[in-house]
């Protein structure tokens, strides 16, 4: 299944993307007088998996009679896939050839670091460039998204904890980030971490660790790898993660970016993000993602 939030009337509306449409669950369940459905992405990841299931059956019945309410979705104004995490971790030097355009020597543990959701935004949002950086870089990355209570779990297990995945940019200020040994200030700037459109549940997913990754500045390729490449897996990032903290339902995990960073390029080679550039990653199996980016308003 296919999971998104887009606004309506500023209000946040939780849709399913079903046989190319988007239903919107709202106006469907008034259509059909259905009780006790999940009005907003962060229920539907709580919900038990027999719930989940007939959630899913209840929407594929809709379209199948036409009593879905679909939307146009190329022109909703997306939100994040993922609205309100409890938690944004993110894992850092995760791709081996991202290491090696680095000059980093590969992490032994996986290294952890956090965002917070003023980060997050969505598809087709325009972002602001904050003028307190110069080095604006982009980073597709595979986002894990937990869907129950995980705490100490095994490597074989930890995979069927997970309840989907999603695209992300997660965005880094390279000048902030190396300023101090702390990487937070550099990738913690409002509207750093679109996600989406899609939550795409696990099973619609399969392996994650074999799926391409992209990203294209203003069209051109300039990230082309596979989530093969990653020094931790998906299994063991989550595994080592619930080991010291429990993660829950609608927790985040992005997942590292492989090659192709301007940060990777020669010193004379780089050209950061800069206003008007659109900046697309792509993830096989969960979609495109873009964003616009534009100058920082001053506020008076």
């Not at 991202?98 to 290294?111: G, Q």
């Not at 399969?206 to 992209?214: E, I």
């Not at 490449?229 to 080592?240: G, L, Q």
Request: net charge negative; hydrophobic share 35%; charged share 25%.
């Amino acid at each position: 299944m296919k999971l998104g939030t887009y606004l309506y009337n500023q209000q946040e509306r939780l849709a399913v993307k079903l046989n190319n449409s988007l239903i919107d669950v709202e106006k469907t369940a008034e259509q059909n007088n259905w009780n006790e459905v999940p009005d907003d992405i962060m229920s539907v990841i709580s919900l038990p998996s027999d719930k989940l299931e007939q959630f899913e059956e209840q929407i594929k019945q809709a379209v199948h009679t036409g009593q879905a309410t679909v939307v146009n979705e190329d022109e909703v104004t997306w939100g994040p896939c993922v609205t309100r995490p409890h938690k944004i971790i993110c894992v850092g030097l995760n791709y081996k050839k991202h290491a090696d355009e680095t000059n980093a020597p590969y992490p032994e543990v996986p290294i952890l670091f956090n965002k917070f959701d003023n980060t997050l935004t969505g598809h087709n949002a325009e972002i602001e460039i904050p003028g307190v950086t110069n080095e604006l870089d982009y980073e597709v990355e595979l986002g894990i998204v937990i869907g129950k209570e995980t705490k100490n779990v095994s490597l074989e297990e930890a995979l069927s904890h997970v309840f989907g995945y999603c695209a992300v940019n997660d965005l880094s200020a390279r000048d902030l980030q190396m300023r101090t040994p702390q990487w937070l200030l550099g990738k913690s700037c409002d509207g750093f971490s679109p996600a989406g459109p899609y939550l795409v549940t696990s099973d619609e997913v399969g392996n994650p660790n074999d799926l391409s990754l992209k990203t294209y500045v203003n069209g051109e390729l300039r990230q082309n790898s596979n989530t093969s490449d990653m020094i931790f897996s998906c299994a063991e990032i989550v595994s080592y993660i619930s080991k010291h903290m429990t993660l829950v339902p609608g927790d985040m995990i992005l997942t590292g970016t492989p090659e192709g960073v301007v940060l990777g390029l020669p010193q004379e080679e780089r050209v950061y993000i800069q206003p008007g550039d659109v900046v697309t990653v792509e993830i096989e199996k969960l979609g495109t993602l873009t964003n616009k980016f534009v100058e920082e308003k001053v506020l008076v």
